[in-house]
């Protein structure tokens, strides 16, 4: 009897495919599930997420319906995913921004978050602006972006804990950030270093507000 293989070879006998194989093969997965995000980036910044099909998608993308359903099991989880790396793309730029405590490390950390804004702006506008309603995972994730970036901004402050009276107002600070890059993305009618100025002023205000002594002063 020939025994285990049905090509007449024992199981012991047939070599898996090599290391290397197997890793390229991922590898070419990542690199194209990466590309349809990137493109997922544009597309959701430029169009509502309503404007968009499937077909839309795939016909952008250069690859059939079935394919893309193949990274992405509807259009529902590929839009979660592109806000995810949204999210993602602006923690990793704001989180090179100095942890001094000063002047320099404020205009800094403004100045990271404004490269990204100007640089990835579709990003930008993509996690911001949403697009879903109220789904929660997108909502989650939001939420998940604005208490990081506050949390940063509490811990240069004040090694002491803070009053909650300071998060809730730095959240309000957070919220102007968006809505005024917003604005500037769409009419540029100042110059960023005007608008830095002005987020610069609104964050000590914000601070003072709240009961507690800006150290950049």
Excluded: C, N
Aim: avoid cysteine; charge should be negative; glycine fraction near 6%.
């Amino acid at each position: 009897m020939w025994g285990g293989s049905p090509l007449g070879l024992s199981s012991a006998a047939v070599p898996s495919p090599p290391r290397s194989s197997r890793e390229r093969a991922r590898l070419q997965v990542d690199e194209r599930r990466s590309q349809l995000l990137e493109l997922g980036l544009q597309l959701f910044s430029d169009h509502s997420y309503d404007e968009l099909s499937i077909d839309d998608i795939a016909r952008a993308a250069g690859i059939s319906k079935g394919l893309l359903y193949h990274y992405f099991p509807s259009k529902r989880d590929y839009y979660v995913e592109v806000v995810r790396r949204a999210a993602g793309q602006l923690i990793e730029r704001t989180d090179a921004a100095s942890q001094e405590v000063s002047v320099e490390a404020l205009h800094g950390a403004l100045d990271a978050y404004l490269d990204f804004v100007d640089q990835h702006a579709r990003s930008y506008v993509a996690l911001v602006r949403g697009g879903i309603g109220s789904d929660p995972e997108v909502v989650q994730l939001l939420e998940a972006t604005r208490r990081t970036l506050t949390e940063r901004i509490v811990s240069r402050i004040s090694a002491d804990e803070p009053p909650p009276l300071l998060r809730l107002a730095l959240r309000g600070w957070i919220g102007l950030v968006e809505s005024a890059s917003l604005d500037w993305l769409d009419r540029r009618e100042v110059p960023r270093e005007q608008l830095r100025g002005l987020l610069e002023q609104m964050l000590v205000a914000t601070i003072m507000a709240a009961g507690v002594t800006p150290p950049v002063l």
